[in-house]
């Protein structure tokens, strides 16, 4: 399919906005008193330090909200006040929090059925609106919505539409898109869906595999099951991967992201010589500022002497989930939670671990003076982390 003209004749339609309706004034106000919180702002205005008693918050000097939440979130509200009456649909989650999915739901913004693992667009007639979320949707998706004549929504991240620019440039010049990311998150399946061929990698483990795949060959079979749901259809190992081009999902570990691209160079490099590597490879870091600016003021936050970390974000968030890792690296005791009911008292809170598992933490405050390192995701409203920050002033009152 030639993505790029479908996305420029859906662009021209008159039925697709992403530029929003113009109701900034009162959607910013709106959005302002939900998940604005005054104590953040103090503490960002205290140099991100505050002490209550015996306890000190350090916040990391860049969290929260990102660019492209707030305007996807702000976008989805406008489409609100714009169809007052209309039936709004959602193809995803429109950011991984739960408080502000929750918000979408009261507003009346409906997810499309899930029926047996598939999406049921029979649902949306063409007076429907339809909300694309921050991180888009697959072109197929985008292509049914198109044909159904409705009104939709793109709060595609611009970030997001890079990558999808990136793999189809690969795919112009017939290369195979290797893509460092999850292969079921939604940003991932949206950017597969643009590419040519793709090999979806979740690590350097996985890369590595990879990479020894392509120097010295091996088991096509367990190739093939290995990433059986990270490949385009059809995808020959043995063939596709003599010419290829990097992209990342845009919330990845950005050293691991670094440390993948110089692997797949030098593994091209040895294979084709360097002369000929310009023949095979082709790199673009495709993670985002935003991503970058958290996870370097994780860095930071984590060389300062610090009795425990708190993580807050989605439990499906994949940049909060590299901050988490940031910290778990550093050997600081850490928790991921996604709201302050995880807290249950002083000595238990429910956190997720990096498995993806939950656990009960015992135990988890220390007593005397302590220093708490607070961080959150690009889509963990402030209003969460104040609820979490006076929660511990609070139990150690
Ligand atoms: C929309 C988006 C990032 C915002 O944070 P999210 O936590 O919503 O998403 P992610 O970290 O990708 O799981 C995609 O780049
Ligand atoms: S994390 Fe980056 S790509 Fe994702 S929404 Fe925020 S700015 Fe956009």
């Known amino acids: 399919m030639d993505t790029k003209a479908f996305k420029r004749s859906l662009q021209h339609s008159e039925n697709y906005n992403r530029k929003g309706f113009g109701h900034q004034a009162e959607v910013t106000t709106q959005l302002q008193s939900e998940y604005h919180s005054s104590l953040i702002q103090e503490i960002r205005d205290r140099n991100y330090s505050l002490q ?66 598939k999406k049921d667009f029979s649902v949306v007639d063409n007076n429907d609106v339809v909300i694309l979320p921050a991180f888009g949707a697959s072109v197929q998706e985008m292509q049914i919505l198109h044909d159904k004549g409705c009104k939709i929504v793109d709060t595609t991240c611009p970030w997001v539409s890079k990558v999808w620019n990136t793999v189809e440039k690969h795919k112009k010049i017939d290369y195979t898109s290797i893509i460092h990311g999850k292969y079921k998150h939604e940003e991932t399946v949206a950017t597969s869906s643009f590419a040519g061929k793709y090999l979806i990698v979740l690590n350097l483990k996985e890369a590595q595999y990879v990479a020894d795949y392509i120097l010295n060959g091996g088991n096509r079979e367990e190739f093939l099951q290995k990433f059986a749901k990270a490949c385009s259809a059809g995808f020959d190992p043995d063939q596709d991967l003599e010419r290829v081009g990097i992209a990342n999902q845009t919330t990845m570990l950005k050293g691991e992201t670094e440390q993948l691209g110089k692997l797949f160079e030098r593994t091209m490099m040895q294979k084709y010589g360097p002369d000929q590597l310009n023949d095979h490879f082709q790199s673009f870091n495709t993670i985002c500022d935003a991503t970058q600016e958290r996870q370097d003021a994780m860095l930071e936050l984590v060389q300062h002497e610090l009795d425990l970390m708190v993580v807050i974000g989605g439990f499906n968030s994949s940049n909060t989930t590299q901050l988490q890792q940031i910290a778990f690296e550093k050997g ?27 656990a009960i933490a015992e135990n988890w405050l220390p007593a005397g003076k302590i220093v708490v390192g607070v961080t959150s995701g690009a889509s963990t409203p402030d209003k969460v982390v104040e609820d979490v920050i006076e929660k511990i002033f609070s139990l150690k009152a």
């Not at 989805?76 to 991984?96: D, K, L, M, S, V």
């Not at 709201?339 to 671990?353: C, T």
Request: include cysteine.
């Open 52 to 117: 209550r008693g015996d306890v000190t918050i350090r916040l990391a000097q860049a969290f929260g909200f990102c660019w492209g939440v707030e305007r996807a979130v702000a976008m989805a509200y406008e489409t609100r006040q714009h169809f007052p009456t209309e039936r709004i649909w959602i193809t995803n989650e429109i950011i991984h929090n739960p408080s502000v999915n929750q918000r979408m739901q009261e507003m009346e913004v409906k997810f499309i059925p899930v029926e047996t693992g």
């Open 332 to 358: 600081i005791p850490s928790y991921h939670i996604d709201s302050v009911e995880r807290i249950k008292s002083g000595d238990a809170l429910e956190h997720r671990q990096l498995n993806g598992e939950l």
